[in-house]
C-alpha cells in the first residue's frame, strides 16, 4: 500500500556530511510521524530523528547539533542532513513512516535501509 525509497547513503570521511531522503508514495491519505532509525552490526535498532506533520521534532541525544531531520508534505518525503559524521554515526539507517492510507486505517512502514559508513 505504501512504498519508501530511500537514497542518499555512502562512505564519507570523519568530519563529513551526507544527507538522505525517503520519499513516500502509495494510497496514503496523510502522513504523521516521518522518521529515521538505525542499526549497526551487534546493535538494536534505535530512534535517530524524528518529526510531526507540525514540525515538532525529536532527535537521539548522540546526533543533536549536528544532525537535522526535515519533512516536505507535498513531496511526502523526509530528509535527515548529517553533519560532522563520526564512525559510531556508521550504520544502516532506516525511514519510517505512519499515517493515514485513503481508505481511512493506518499505516506504519519501513523503507529498505541505506548504507552510512563513516570511516577514513
Known amino acids: 500500500q505504501v512504498q519508501l525509497v530511500e537514497s542518499g547513503g555512502g562512505l564519507v570521511q570523519p568530519g563529513g556530511s551526507l544527507r538522505l531522503s525517503c520519499a513516500a508514495s502509495g494510497s496514503i491519505f496523510s502522513i504523521y510521524t516521518m522518521a529515521w532509525y538505525r542499526q549497526a552490526p551487534g546493535k538494536q535498532r534505535e530512534l535517530v530523528a524524528a518529526?510531526?506533520?507540525?514540525?515538532?521534532?525529536n532527535y537521539a541525544d548522540s546526533v543533536k547539533l549536528r544532525f537535522t531531520i526535515s519533512r516536505d508534505n507535498f513531496k511526502n518525503t523526509v530528509y535527515l542532513q548529517m553533519n560532522s559524521l563520526k564512525p559510531e554515526d556508521t550504520a544502516l539507517y532506516y525511514c519510517?513512516?505512519?499515517?493515514?492510507?485513503?481508505?481511512?486505517?493506518?499505516?506504519?512502514?519501513w523503507g529498505q535501509g541505506t548504507q552510512v559508513t563513516v570511516s577514513s
Open positions: 519510517n513512516v505512519e499515517g493515514i492510507l485513503t481508505r481511512g486505517t493506518k499505516f506504519g512502514s
Open positions: 518529526i510531526t506533520r507540525g514540525d515538532r521534532t
